[in-house]
């Protein structure tokens, strides 16, 4: 489902309960989609994965790729992600995991160490990516 006003649209699944927080999982706007950090959750029922890291993180990179897809875009127009891991001791696992999941595309990417995450996880993925075809039809470029 998206909603829009004039300059951004914003990006909600049909089929899956909203987030319970003053957000959404994704917004388009000029072109670009903005996705909001995703935990290893299913997003149909919104109950956390909380098992190996491995999973966790191929979970919530599938969530990402969820929000691109329902924007118009996907992995391999990612530009940039930021990656929070709970513990700096994942972070070679997180890594092997994020790169079997991406392949050859390598867009920018920051690691920020955190202490805790939500629903006791240990990953959030947020993430910028180009849409695909460029601008968003019915949504105001700026620019002009």
Do not use: C
């Amino acid at each position: 489902m998206i909603k829009e006003n004039l300059f951004v649209k914003e990006i909600y699944f049909d089929n899956a309960p909203k987030p319970t927080g003053h957000y959404a999982p994704g917004v388009v706007h000029n072109g670009m989609v903005y996705v909001s950090g995703q935990l290893p959750v299913d997003l149909k029922t919104r109950e956390p994965f909380t098992g190996a890291i491995e999973g966790q993180t191929e979970l919530a990179l599938l969530n990402v790729e969820a929000v691109l897809e329902e924007a118009g875009s996907d992995l391999d127009h990612v530009v940039q992600m930021t990656i929070y891991v709970s513990d700096m001791e994942l972070w070679s696992r997180v890594n092997e995991t994020y790169a079997k999941v991406m392949g050859e595309h390598r867009p920018a990417r920051a690691i920020v160490p955190v202490k805790d995450l939500h629903f006791g996880t240990k990953v959030e993925i947020q993430a910028i990516a180009a849409v695909k075809g460029g601008l968003t039809p019915g949504v105001a470029d700026i620019t002009e």
